[in-house]
Structures are given as C-alpha cells and as structure tokens.
Nanobody, 112 residues
Framework: VQLQASGGGLVQAGGSLRLSCAASGSIVSLAKMGWFRQAPGKQRELVADITRTGNVNYADSVKGRFTVSRDNAKNTVNLQMTLLKPEDTATYYC???????WGQGTLVTVSS
C-alpha cells in the first residue's frame, strides 16, 4: 500500500485545515494508521493515530484541537486540524503501523 497525503497549505493562527491521506489499496487490514509531523530541525513526532476499530490516540500538544478519522470503505485517513498555532508548522506524513513507511508529506504553515 502506498499513501498520498494532501491538504496542506498556509493558514493564519487560529485557522483550520483538513489533511487527507489516500491509500493505493485497501486499508482494512492495516491495524493502525497514523499522522506524523516533522518541523525543520526537529525529530519526526506522532500527532495522532487510529486503529482499525476506531480507537484514537493524540499527542498532548494537539489534544482537543485535532481529530483523526478513518474511512475503511474509501481507503482514506483524515486529520482535521483546528485552532492552529505557529508551532504546528511542519510537514505532515501519513503512515501505517509499524510506522516504517514514509511517503511524500504535505506542508502545513501557520502564520502568527
């Protein structure tokens, strides 16, 4: 399975963006899918992930602001981001457990 992330862009602080991840094949068998991000000069970090059955996990820094969702029928995983902050600026990647696949990410830039 290959994944393509999209939906990034430039937004002002306090704004919202919705990232989408489209899979080239079925994601039903993928136990867990996640969104990571990497800011310049920083390590890649987990933002949120979601299991096949819908259990979700968020980084403390995005709890209450980001929502991850998964549509197994459409083979997509989305990340709804609200109340964006400048520190959310990063390239965002979607991947699947065990998180060794890294496709092309999508850049999110939040201006203050």
């Amino acid at each position: 399975v290959q994944l393509q992330a999209s939906g990034g862009g430039l937004v002002q602080a306090g704004g919202s963006l919705r990232l989408s991840c489209a899979a080239s094949g079925s994601i039903v068998s993928l136990a867990k899918m996640g969104w990571f991000r990497q800011a310049p000069g920083k390590q890649r970090e987990l933002v949120a992930d979601i299991t096949r059955t819908g259990n979700v996990n968020y980084a403390d820094s995005v709890k209450g602001r980001f929502t991850v969702s998964r549509d197994n029928a459409k083979n997509t995983v989305n990340l709804q981001m609200t109340l964006l902050k400048p520190e959310d600026t990063a390239t965002y990647y979607c991947t699947f457990w065990p998180y060794t696949y890294w496709g092309q990410g999508t850049l999110v830039t939040v201006s203050s």
